[in-house]
């Protein structure tokens, strides 16, 4: 089963988002996709761990390029 598969009908984006789509699996997977290129796209997936990581980071705005 290809990740596109594995995570098919089940795709969110934020209304915030430039393209970027979130999906969640029944194995706890975390998918991340660009919406403008839809199922021809690579998803790139996430454990539940890797997920949380990134958001803790993004809350705390680790991800800030310095001006």
Known sequence: MSSTE???GRWFTATTSDGVEVAFAAD??????NSKLGEDGHVLEFTPAEWDAFLDGAMKDEF???A
């Open 6 to 8: 594995k995570f098919d």
């Open 64 to 66: 800030t390029i310095p």
């Open 28 to 33: 706890g997977s975390i998918g991340v996709r």
